[in-house]
Structures are given as structure tokens and as C-alpha cells.
């Protein structure tokens, strides 16, 4: 579950206050696990009791840490992998297609430390957080949603209290966001079926490597919005790198 209010790190903040601050960031980044004391970021922490770096600094080595990336780049679907980072870093669900493939393309394109990067140092961060709030659950006010469907598809992510992010590793948003449609409230377990009218996006790749006597510089596929994260995971086990996702209309 996300945090739902704003907490915030001040000058004068207590190492009681300073103890809620890392609490409410791994709860918001890593989503609601149980972190044991082996896989706490200690040096970062005594970093931000110091003050030598900030709440948003501290997001950052929490987002690159070990702990974040077996859990949610490893173990998930691109597409998941995504729109978690939405929610746990900029706190909302991805507003559409084109931002979902950027991001999916920079991931795979630039790496890892590139795409946590991308949301951490992105003027939305700086306007919602600045240096010293926690990240929190801006995703139910409407003012954070460009578009009123991000408010149904936040809560398609955000299950509560009791749910543990890295439990679902498929996309709960591929189809809504591809096709543009309004999520509907339904388990998390659940799996949505395309339909024969869903939307067909085109993914041009480049350098996919199929076996040892064939390489293909580049090659497009077409693909419905439900088969969307099963071809990028096939592309990725073959070397290939992402160009591009655009939908066909």
C-alpha cells in the first residue's frame, strides 16, 4: 500500500522523526514489504540522519538497491516494472501508452540506474516531493491526474493495506492503458482477455539475436494490447533492444 500523506523532513526534525521518514520510504518505494535488518540500506540511512543527503537522495538508493530490483525488475514484466515506479516514486498510475513505452524503452535502452533515475530527477518529482517529502499516494486527488481515468487505475494498483506489491508481478494496467480505457476495480489476481476490437501497437526492435547463424538488425512487431508485455519479455530473452512502441490506429 502507499503512503497516503505527506511526510516530511525538516531542519530541525528529531531521530524519532528522522526513524518515520525511513520507515514511511521503504513502505512507499518498496511496497509494504517486510524488510528484514539484513536488507536495510544502513549507510544511506546514516546518511539521512546526518543530513548529508536528502529524503529524495535517499528514494533514489532505496529504488537502486537489491532489495528493489530482485523484487520488481527481475522478478516482474516490463510492463509491471513500470507502472510500479509510477506509483512508487512519482505516487500515481502512468497516464497512457506513451509514457509506459518511453519509459519501457529507456529501461531497456539506457538500463536500470537510467529509468529510476528518469522519475527521481524529473520536474514532477521536484514539484510534487521537492528534496524532503516522501512520496506518497497523489494518485486519488484528482489534481494529480491529468486525465480522471488515472484515478480508477490507481486503485487498480494500490489494493491496500494488506497487499504487498512484489505478490503481483503481472501488469494490472497493460490493457486499460494501451487501449485507453477506464480500469475497472477488480482483483488483483485477475486476468483480463483481449477482445478480438482490442487496440494493436507496432514495436520495432533492433539487434535481436534468434540463434548463433542469424541476426536480425532490425524487425517490427504487431501485437494486441493484451500480448503487449508477453512479446517485450520474448524480446529481451533474445538481446533485442526496444526502438519504439506506437499504437496503430
Not at 529524495?56 to 514484466?77: G, I, L, M, P
Not at 490493457?175 to 476490437?197: L, R
Not at 494490447?225 to 526502438?243: D, E, F, L, W
Amino acid at each position: 500500500m502507499a503512503t497516503l500523506t505527506a511526510i516530511e523532513l525538516w531542519p530541525n526534525s528529531s531521530l524519532e522523526d528522522v526513524q518515520t521518514v525511513i520507515r514511511a520510504v521503504y513502505k512507499q518505494v518498496l511496497g509494504n514489504p517486510h524488510v528484514m535488518e539484513s536488507e536495510r540500506l544502513t549507510s544511506a540511512e546514516s546518511k539521512l540522519t546526518d543530513r548529508s543527503i536528502t529524503v529524495r537522495e535517499f528514494v533514489r538508493a532505496v529504488a537502486k538497491s537489491d532489495f528493489y530490483r530482485d523484487r520488481y525488475f527481475t522478478s516482474c514484466a516490463p510492463y509491471r516494472f513500470v507502472e510500479l515506479n509510477f506509483m512508487h516514486l512519482l505516487g500515481r498510475a502512468p497516464q497512457d501508452q506513451t509514457e509506459v513505452s518511453a519509459h519501457i524503452v529507456r529501461a531497456v535502452a539506457e538500463g536500470y540506474d537510467a529509468e529510476i533515475d528518469s522519475y527521481v530527477d524529473s520536474d514532477e518529482y521536484q514539484t510534487a516531493f521537492g528534496e524532503n517529502v516522501v512520496p506518497y499516494n497523489r494518485g486519488t486527488s484528482s489534481a494529480s491526474n491529468a486525465k480522471q481515468i488515472g484515478y480508477n487505475r490507481m486503485f487498480a494498483l494500490d489494493r491496500g493495506a494488506a497487499q504487498v506489491d512484489s505478490s503481483v508481478q503481472a501488469s494490472q494496467l497493460v490493457y486499460a492503458v494501451a487501449t485507453n480505457s477506464t480500469s475497472v476495480i477488480k482483483p488483483s489476481t485477475s486476468t483480463v482477455i483481449g477482445s478480438g476490437t482490442e487496440k494493436r501497437f507496432k514495436i520495432l526492435v533492433s539487434g535481436s539475436k534468434f540463434d548463433t547463424r542469424r541476426r536480425v538488425s532490425s524487425i517490427e512487431y504487431t501485437v494486441s494490447a493484451s500480448k503487449m508485455t508477453p512479446q517485450i519479455q520474448r524480446i529481451n530473452r533474445t538481446s533485442g533492444k526496444i526502438v519504439s512502441i506506437t499504437e496503430i490506429v
